[in-house]
């Protein structure tokens, strides 16, 4: 299991440079031959050269939790098949962000409580801090920002409607085929589209 990292907190959505990178990717160029064009090219569309490196470090990180299969469903997918698979490499890639969404989207929605609260997200915060002292010892304003980094990543992935007071749960519209692949190979996608185990 991997480590809690408090790095998703400078992370974004960054849907439009994944796209660009899994198009390279897909078309054979290595890591350093797809951040030469993205430099080249300024296709993340930033002023500083420095930006565009940490950014493409983030993004990178993510697309290599896509096996090959999920970086041809993602290229060739509907915007509902990209939104799942930009979540998922989110979540493959930060442990307090998978382990949310397993012990409160998942476990609300398999008791058919399918709304939970802001309050939530603190209590979650404070379940973790008294599990790792790695937590524990994260910067204040961290703690302060998570959870609506949370929030705005299921949100941006249709995932979770935010209402007034609370947060309505709704299972990922995954196509046919994507969804089967998961049934097949993918529990985690599987269960962002089901929200409920496989059989």
Same mark, same amino acid.
């Given at each position: 299991?991997?480590?809690? #990292?408090?790095? &998703?907190?400078?992370? %974004?959505?960054? !849907?439009?440079? /994944?796209?660009?990178?899994?198009?390279?990717? !897909?078309?054979?160029?290595?890591? %350093?031959? /797809?951040?030469?064009?993205? /430099?080249?090219?300024?296709?993340? !569309?930033?002023? #500083?050269? #420095?930006?565009?490196?940490?950014? &493409?470090?983030?993004?990178?990180?993510?697309?290599?939790?896509? $096996?090959? $299969?999920?970086?041809?469903?993602?290229?060739? %997918?509907?915007?509902?098949?990209?939104?799942? /698979?930009?979540?998922? #490499? &989110?979540?493959?890639?930060?442990?307090?962000?998978?382990e949310f969404f397993q012990e409160v989207i998942v476990l609300n929605y398999q008791s058919n409580k399918y709304d939970f609260q802001y309050v939530d997200l603190a209590y979650f915060l404070e379940r973790k801090e008294a599990q790792s002292e790695k937590i524990l010892n994260w910067h204040p304003d961290t703690k302060k920002r998570i959870g609506g980094i949370l929030l705005r990543f299921f949100k941006e992935a249709e995932l979770v409607e935010v209402l007034e007071k609370q947060n309505r749960i709704v299972p990922l519209h995954l196509s046919q085929n994507l969804k089967q692949y998961a049934e097949e190979h993918d529990p985690l996608l599987y269960l962002l589209c089901n929200l409920k185990e496989g059989e």
């Open positions: 299991m991997m480590d809690y #990292s408090a790095g &998703f907190t400078s992370e %974004g959505w960054f !849907q439009h440079e /994944i796209h660009i990178v899994l198009a390279y990717k !897909q078309k054979g160029l290595n890591r %350093g031959e /797809i951040l030469h064009e993205v /430099i080249g090219k300024n296709l993340f !569309q930033m002023r #500083s050269e #420095s930006g565009i490196r940490k950014r &493409f470090q983030m993004v990178y990180r993510r697309t290599e939790t896509l $096996s090959p $299969s999920l970086v041809d469903y993602y290229l060739s %997918g509907s915007r509902f098949d990209q939104k799942a /698979i930009v979540l998922y #490499s &989110f979540l493959k890639g930060y442990r307090y962000a998978y």
